[in-house]
């Protein structure tokens, strides 16, 4: 018993001399600690964005933070130069969180504008940078339209209806006068419905209700400044006619949808909406055609002069069409097959997702130039001006069908009429 009692005093001994020594070197970490020099900050953590979603409305505020930093007695935070406009800091400069405001429009701020130092009297930490991009929206309504933003652009998603201020812009003939094989009453209301008005080349692009040629300044090489302030001159270029921004009979704050405006809209869909490469199942690509080829693809060069096709692309046209189906499936479009065959293999004409991108191009003909509708063309092809020119009297526009979309090969007249669709300003 004795043994036991000694073995318990010793063990009780052992602990505290433990817990002693423990103590001992507790209190020499804290005076060492106390005593630490200051050194130069440590390179601030990741930056956060409160709240975390990437995507915000024109005009939002909201908050960028990193953690407190050891021996930092400042922050400084910078916006990158050429994105101040977008984006500024309107609270907290000098600590380690900042409010920010976004500007009132549509706009990307890329990734690494917003950036962030930590500071004290030794000096500057290394720069800490936001690594991602934010979208910024502003929803919009254009009275009178349907509009849908398709990568950075606004479109309207039906054809341009405007009359003009003496309510003589463009025609808008009955369609559901004419009598078109395979087109029943109720095929010829959608499309009536649906058809906008026509506008000749002259009238689209100058807002004038009959613009005659002698009245229209657009000729080729014309050189000029557009509706945003950007010079222009109309030579085919991609630096000269590709981005011009012309009112014409579109609303005020829109324009003509350009080269660039169709080509940035093909690739933003082909992305948002997951349009697959394989031809069978109706998709398009920009790596080439049916073999694959780079050499074949279709380039924005290329498609101002001769379009994109089902060899070259494949099938777009399949991604864009409103009424979406053959006639005999409920749809508007006069075709016999699903799939057409070409190089070979069968491809599919007509995708489901073609609603849900809604852009709503149909097949309503056109007039020509001597005043006759082309009703034949009504439930096959549908056209939209483009502003690119052949010559002084003829000019190009896009077709759609059953099988591809595809610019015309052919030089229309400029007094013919066609639809045309506006794309919202923007500036870059």
């Known amino acids: 018993m004795k043994n036991w009692r000694k073995y318990v005093m010793l063990g009780a001994c052992m602990a505290s001399a433990t817990m002693l020594i423990s103590c001992t070197q507790a209190v020499k970490r804290d005076t060492?600690?106390?005593?630490?020099?200051?050194?130069?900050?440590?390179?601030?953590?990741?930056?956060?964005?409160?709240?975390?979603?990437?995507?915000?409305?024109?005009?939002?505020?909201?908050?960028?933070?990193v953690s407190q930093v050891q021996w930092a007695e400042s922050y400084e935070w910078t916006i990158a130069e050429k994105q101040q406009s977008k984006i500024q800091i309107i609270e907290g400069q000098g600590t380690n969180v900042i409010k920010v405001r976004v500007v009132n429009d549509d706009v990307?701020?890329?990734?690494?504008?917003?950036?962030?130092?930590?500071?004290?009297e030794l000096g500057t930490s290394g720069v800490r940078e936001y690594f991602a991009a934010i979208t910024v929206e502003v929803p919009i309504e254009l009275p009178g339209y349907t509009v849908k933003k398709y990568g950075k652009r606004w479109w309207m998603t039906e054809n341009c209806h405007e009359t003009g201020a003496d309510g003589n812009l463009g025609v808008a003939p009955d369609l559901t006068a004419y009598t078109?094989?395979?087109?029943?009453?109720?095929?010829?209301?959608?499309?009536?419905?649906?058809?906008?008005?026509?506008?000749?080349?002259?009238?689209?692009?100058?807002?004038?209700?009959g613009c005659t040629a002698e009245q229209c300044p657009y000729v080729p090489n014309y050189e000029g400044t557009d509706d945003v302030g950007n010079p222009f001159r109309l030579d085919g270029t991609e630096e000269g006619e590709f981005g011009v921004q012309?009112?014409?009979?579109?609303?005020?704050?829109w324009h003509v949808a350009n080269i660039n405006d169709w080509w940035d809209m093909l690739m933003a869909i082909k992305s948002e909406y997951a349009i697959p490469d394989d031809f069978t199942l109706g998709g398009y690509t920009f790596t080439g055609g049916h073999d694959g080829n780079p050499a074949n693809a279709a380039t924005k060069a290329s498609f101002s002069k001769s379009g994109c096709t089902v060899k070259n692309m494949g099938n777009v046209g399949a991604w864009l069409r409103g009424?979406?189906?053959?006639?005999?499936?409920?749809?508007?479009?006069?075709?016999?097959?699903?799939?057409?065959?070409?190089?070979?293999?069968?491809?599919?004409?007509?995708?489901?997702?073609?609603?849900?991108?809604?852009?709503?191009?149909?097949?309503?003909?056109?007039?020509?130039s001597d005043g006759s509708f082309n009703s034949s063309a009504m439930g096959k092809w549908g056209y939209l001006w483009f502003i690119g020119q052949?010559?002084?009297?003829?000019?190009?526009?896009?077709?759609i069908s059953a099988t591809s979309m595809n610019l015309s090969t052919q030089s229309p007249s400029k007094s013919d009429a066609y639809n045309v669709r506006c794309v919202k300003n923007y500036i870059e």
Not at 108 to 120: D, E, F, L, W, Y
Not at 194 to 205: L, P, Q
Not at 390 to 399: D, E, F, G, K, V
């Open 180 to 209: 078109v094989d395979g087109l029943d009453a109720s095929v010829l209301e959608r499309l009536d419905a649906a058809k906008g008005r026509f506008y000749t080349w002259y009238e689209a692009m100058t807002g004038i209700s």
């Open 323 to 368: 009424g979406n189906g053959r006639i005999v499936d409920g749809g508007v479009w006069l075709q016999s097959s699903l799939t057409l065959t070409d190089a070979g293999e069968p491809l599919l004409q007509f995708v489901d997702d073609a609603e849900r991108i809604g852009f709503n191009w149909y097949p309503v003909g056109a007039r020509k």
């Open 32 to 65: 060492e600690e106390q005593i630490q020099e200051m050194t130069v900050p440590k390179k601030p953590g990741p930056i956060t964005k409160v709240p975390a979603t990437l995507t915000c409305n024109g005009g939002e505020e909201f908050t960028f933070s």
């Open 390 to 399: 052949n010559s002084a009297t003829t000019s190009r526009m896009l077709i």
């Open 108 to 120: 990307v701020i890329p990734a690494q504008t917003v950036s962030v130092v930590a500071r004290n």
């Open 246 to 253: 012309l009112r014409g009979c579109c609303p005020e704050g």
